[in-house]
């Protein structure tokens, strides 16, 4: 018999289970029926707070891009350019973290699902609109154009996206190396000569 728990936390529960036999098994391999046993709940348990397998996906997908627009409006509120670096640095967490895994599997999912590729990419957008108008707000003083703003937020989504997927594989970076290579690639552009090509 299982002890009562509040639904979000049995909620949780349920997915960090599921999430762990996603990568372990892959998602289509993985029966409800192990997820609950990774839970130590029931199949009903399981069915109680979600109508199937695919259910558990999307929420886990959901849960990873709210933990993304927190991190975006955080960076919101802080310093031009390194402060919104740091930010996404304390999205990103630990590279152990199996964050990064699940992170190239649902990739890997939406490949051949139309539906998954569809949220995934719609997500994907809003964070990029997030981080361009966090970038556009910054150039109040003059930092960056509007057409580099746009551009720096491509860049930024797409290295948080790159180290991800080095972490996933087992190559990670510590905090304080990314930083110093962003202060080094500001000082670079900083650094630029008048009328020099960007």
């Not at 919104?84 to 990064?100: I, K, M, Q």
């Not at 997927?165 to 990314?178: C, E, F, K, R, Y």
Request: hydrophobic share 45%.
């Amino acid at each position: 018999m299982t002890r009562h728990r509040p639904t979000e936390e049995r909620r949780a529960q349920i997915l960090a289970a599921a999430r762990q036999c996603f990568l372990e098994r892959g998602f289509h391999a993985t029966k409800v029926e192990r997820i609950a046993r990774q839970a130590g709940l029931s199949k009903g348990a399981v069915y109680f707070h979600f109508e199937n397998k695919r259910a558990l996906l999307e929420a886990l997908v959901e849960a990873e891009f709210t933990r993304a627009r927190e991190a975006v409006d955080e960076a919101a509120q802080g310093a031009p350019l390194t402060g919104g670096v740091t930010a996404l640095l304390a999205f990103l967490g630990d590279p152990a973290d199996e964050r990064h895994r699940f992170f190239l599997l649902t990739g890997e999912l939406a490949v051949h699902d139309e539906a998954l590729r569809e949220r995934l990419v719609a997500h994907h957008t809003h964070l990029l609109q997030g981080l361009e108008d966090v970038l556009q707000a910054w150039q109040a003083g003059a930092v960056m154009s509007a057409q580099e703003a746009r551009g720096v937020a491509v860049l930024l989504k797409a290295m948080a996206d790159g180290l991800q997927g080095s972490w996933a594989l087992g190559m990670p970076a510590d905090g304080a190396t990314l930083l110093a290579g962003l202060s080094a690639l500001i000082r670079l552009r900083l650094g630029r000569p008048e009328g020099a090509p960007p």
